[in-house]
């Protein structure tokens, strides 16, 4: 049973155009949620974070947003650069626990 | 060396074989991780280790056996694997407390094939 779910396994998109990354998750009891970015033969690579007492977090050209009633959230980048193309993983975790639960990933390809 | 570095890179093993991966962080983190990343399965946590002490077994087989001797230092041991075991392994480490442990530096991985 998967608790955080990527549904679109790949997007792309024009560079200087806006990327929407969506990440659905089940566990209400989830409370702290990242973005990981993943170039091929490299690990992941933390992005940004946001908690759950706020519905908006930005640093630069991306911007994390929460619904917390609809359990959902996304990662906006604008504009898209075409060294955003990756894998970006959605994750999430309870409680101050150090167990973070990974979504499957959306590879982004942005389009010179 | 900085970061997070795994190795080896590769490995090719067959199922009566006994190898280790290893994992060693420059980042001064107290905090280690072991992740199993199978073809179109999110990454699984398997391992954590604080201060040197196991504190997260994430109903791993027993024919996984991990091995902390420092902060800086991590070793995945493998023995009778399956082919199912097949997989990118990836190590992590982090601050230990508040929210720093969530955001974690991984390595680049050991990709194992058991044959």
């Known amino acids: 049973d998967q608790q955080v779910k990527q549904n679109s396994p790949s997007l792309s998109v024009q560079e200087g155009r806006i990327s929407i990354l969506n990440c659905d998750y089940t566990n209400s009891m989830f409370d702290y949620f990242l973005w990981y970015k993943k170039y091929p033969a490299e690990g992941p690579t933390f992005l940004i974070s946001i908690s759950s007492i706020k519905d908006k977090n930005e640093d630069g050209r991306f911007t994390v947003f929460l619904n917390k009633s609809a359990k959902h959230l996304s990662l906006h980048i604008v504009p898209s650069q075409p060294g955003d193309s990756a894998v970006y993983f959605c994750?999430?975790?309870?409680?101050?626990?150090?167990?973070?639960?990974f979504g499957t990933g959306t590879k982004l390809q942005v389009i010179p | 060396e900085t970061g997070v570095t795994q190795t080896p890179r590769h490995l090719v093993m067959g199922m009566t074989n006994k190898k280790s991966l290893k994992c060693e962080q420059h980042?001064?983190?107290?905090?280690m991780y072991w992740y199993k990343q199978s073809a179109k399965k999110p990454l699984e946590l398997m391992f954590v280790y604080n201060f040197k002490e196991q504190t997260e077994n994430n109903s791993v087989p027993s024919r996984f056996s991990p091995e902390c001797p420092n902060s800086s230092h991590l070793f995945l041991h493998l023995h009778t694997l399956q082919p199912e075991d097949s997989a990118l392994y990836l190590c992590?480490?982090?601050?230990?407390?508040?929210?720093?442990?969530?955001?974690?530096?991984f390595g680049p991985g050991t990709r194992l094939t058991v044959l």
């Open positions: 992590a480490s982090s601050q230990s407390g508040g929210r720093a442990h969530n955001e974690q530096f």
């Open positions: 980042l001064g983190h107290n905090a």
């Open positions: 994750a999430a975790s309870a409680g101050g626990y150090q167990k973070v639960t």
